[in-house]
């Protein structure tokens, strides 16, 4: 592991709920943008002519008329900057791009503009995303083909139970600041304690099947004798997961070895 | 997998060199900011009266004289957000932290306050760095805990050769934009397909391998002529990695188990 002083990125996500965002451009790279800000609750606007759209830019602007207003025209002028919150160019032509980069910073809009990483406020990553979880990868410019090798690792690594758990131990928390409201202080640290004591204790999956009942039970049993019951303790059943057990390998290995030889042994007795 | 469209973030790597960040407060939530923003090239302003420091906070203030100017004092008014590229409020007082959200909103600065989502322009996440590599790990507001147990997973996933290749990847990216430059067009293709091509065939501990002259020959011998070199034709040399092979556990346990039982038969044949 390198020295983390220096040389890096700020990675933070982003909230765009409510907020204007212009893409210049149509293309692939265009494509990939306006997926990645379908995440969040922002509005687009779409400006390029008809002719330079790929058919999933299209498919974008015919499926969501409600999040994307398109425009089927070239960049105007820097009028188009007006209300913009973020503007992003997706351009062939980099000195079109490099205009409307400085325009944006006249106007103090962060802007990103593709394949001129030295033009950029923020570069986009590698994503995953599995509801409310979201991984980003980013190798600070030094090429999607190395964050695609990442994420094709990390991706290998979930289970796929993340975003349930996350969701489940988000809505308990919620609960929670229902049953003991109020921003920090003391009862902050007790309540950010006892969530941190629960996710210790209970595995992944469990956390994964937690019920409305259970979560009753939890903070009736749990929180208000400031412990954390287990999860059958609250009416919790699962069912065993054999591929998480990482000795079942060679254990099946074990026996066939095993079943062999004798049939081996068996064989040459007769 | 949940669906991509709604609720989440944009996850950006913000690039923040010779910007001029604000930090009000300085316990330990203002010492895990400095820790984010070293990260970066920024000039760090912290404002907080001395008794409310936490150790960290006074060890990197003191560490790093160059990058951090520190106010021994508590927040004075709108004055101090002169100046600033983007404000982070770590304060046990939720009132002067909303207000600071607000005065830099009005000011078009971009602003997170601990604890307080709903204000917050942008969410830090949990976050793993190795060299140029930046993975972060956002579950939307839904508790760090979460992120944390997901943190630990990917880590767990990694190689760890994975900053030095991508190092050793972007080395040979500037080497082949020096030796056909220019940006877009069909240039710019060929020589993203060919990095492409490249790290598709040739393996990660070969790409975090690659030395001076191995790039050279891979320019003169693979760009020139348009194809991949293997990473042996180049002259590179590796020694297996035995902790990689999925099938060396059920191997094992399979002779563990051929040896037992033929034990078992030569002492009952006695």
Same mark, same amino acid.
């Given at each position: 592991m390198a020295p983390?002083?220096?040389?890096?990125?700020?990675?933070?996500?982003?909230?765009?709920?409510?907020?204007?965002?212009l893409i210049v451009g149509g293309g692939e790279v265009a494509s990939q943008r306006i997926d990645s800000l379908l995440t969040t609750d922002a509005h687009l606007v779409?400006?390029?002519? @008809?002719?330079?759209?790929?058919?999933?830019?299209?498919?974008?602007?015919?499926e969501h008329p409600d999040r994307i207003t398109y425009h089927d025209r070239s960049f105007s002028g820097v009028e188009e900057l007006d209300a913009m919150d973020m503007v992003l160019t997706a351009l062939d032509d980099v000195e079109l791009s490099r205009n409307i980069c400085i325009m944006s910073r @006249?106007?103090?809009i962060p802007v990103n503009a593709a394949d001129i990483p030295d033009s950029c406020?923020?570069?986009?990553?590698?994503?995953?995303?599995?509801?409310?979880?979201?991984i980003m990868i980013s190798t600070n410019g030094n090429?999607?083909?190395?964050?695609?090798?990442?994420?094709r690792k990390l991706q290998k690594a979930l289970s796929g139970f993340e975003g349930q758990t996350i969701t489940k131990v988000g809505a308990l928390r919620t609960q929670l600041k229902i049953r003991a409201p109020g921003v920090g202080g003391?009862?902050?640290?007790?309540?950010?304690?006892?969530?941190?004591?629960?996710?210790?204790?209970?595995?992944?999956?469990?956390?994964?099947?937690?019920?409305?009942?259970?979560?009753?039970?939890?903070?009736?049993?749990?929180?208000?004798?400031?412990?954390?019951?287990?999860?059958?303790?609250?009416?919790?059943?699962r069912r065993l997961n054999i591929s998480r057990c990482p000795a079942i390998a060679p254990t099946l290995g074990f026996f066939a070895g095993a079943l062999c030889t004798l049939l081996v042994v068996l064989v040459r007795r007769r």
């Open positions: 983390t002083v220096g040389g890096g990125s700020l990675l933070v996500a982003w909230q765009l709920k409510g907020k204007n965002i779409v400006v390029s002519p @008809n002719v330079g759209l790929n058919p999933r830019t299209k498919q974008f602007i015919e @006249n106007a103090h406020d923020f570069y986009f990553g590698s994503q995953i995303r599995d509801g409310p979880l979201q090429g999607p083909r190395m964050a695609n090798l990442v994420k003391e009862l902050g640290k007790r309540r950010m304690k006892w969530m941190t004591n629960l996710c210790n204790a209970w595995k992944e999956e469990e956390l994964a099947l937690m019920d409305d009942t259970m979560m009753q039970k939890l903070l009736d049993d749990g929180w208000e004798n400031d412990c954390v019951p287990s999860f059958s303790k609250v009416g919790g059943s």
